[in-house]
């Protein structure tokens, strides 16, 4: 089956540094990926909607120029958390829909924890 | 909008049992359905989709979900689960032909095997 590779798996930062995670899609096109939080034990929420080459729409409640969210290329959106806080400690995980089936695939999720 | 309401946050069971994950999904239009698995620290892995055809739809692992449009739930079933079914268990749901639209969850329901 198609592949969705997040990168890094596991980050820890200081509070006040931003933090930059990828999401590949390995052996597919996607214009559309999704980005979505996951406090413990808790469902995935969604934070934004992710299309190649034009802005992301952002789900009411995140912050934008927190999340900075960049679909460069069909197999390449990035998450990028700024001026990172303790709060901000998730698993964050994307999707990707390929392109010409339009069937949905999970990437293995990225921990983020904030010191 | 679309919502997934999963009855039971949690659901011990002991091994070589059967199984029933409730699922009850809420939409002005018709959908996909999805029953994902996590691990701990993992991301999701697909165990069953709802695309249309027959409403009974085999996945991976030995489950099974049942279609049931009049009710509108899509209860997840095992007739025997082993000790590796523990795991937290996702309902999901997206919008029929609707290319951008992500999937929305339920909260979960996390599956307990006891030996």
């Known amino acids: 089956g198609a592949v969705v590779s997040q990168h890094p798996s596991r980050v820890i930062c200081k509070s006040g540094t931003s933090v930059k995670i990828e999401c590949r899609s390995l052996d597919f096109q996607a214009t559309t990926m999704f980005w979505y939080r996951q406090f413990p034990k808790q469902s995935l929420m969604l934070m934004a909607t992710?299309?190649?080459?034009?802005?992301?729409?952002?789900e009411q409640g995140v912050e934008k120029d927190k999340f900075l969210i960049n679909h460069a290329s069909l197999t390449l959106s990035t998450l990028t958390v700024t001026s990172a806080h303790p709060e901000d400690s998730s698993f964050y995980i994307c999707s990707a829909r390929e392109m010409n089936t339009g069937e949905l695939f999970f990437g293995e999720g990225s921990r983020l924890t904030v010191l | 909008a679309q919502s997934v309401t999963q009855l039971d946050s949690q659901v011990p069971v002991f091994e070589e049992a059967p199984v029933e994950l409730r699922c009850n999904y809420s939409s002005s239009v018709s959908v996909y359905l999805f029953w994902y698995v996590q691990y701990p620290n993992q991301g999701l892995q697909l165990l069953l989709k709802y695309l249309s055809g027959s409403t009974l739809v085999k996945g991976i692992n030995g489950f099974e979900a049942e279609f049931n449009k009049s009710q509108t739930s899509f209860h997840l079933r095992k007739p025997s689960v082993h000790i590796s079914d523990t795991a937290e268990y996702f309902c999901?749901?997206?919008?029929?032909?609707?290319?951008?639209?992500?999937?929305?969850f339920g909260k979960g329901t996390r599956l307990s095997v006891i030996a």
């Open positions: 999901a749901v997206s919008i029929r032909n609707s290319g951008n639209t992500p999937l929305v």
């Open positions: 992710s299309n190649e080459g034009s802005k992301a729409t952002y």
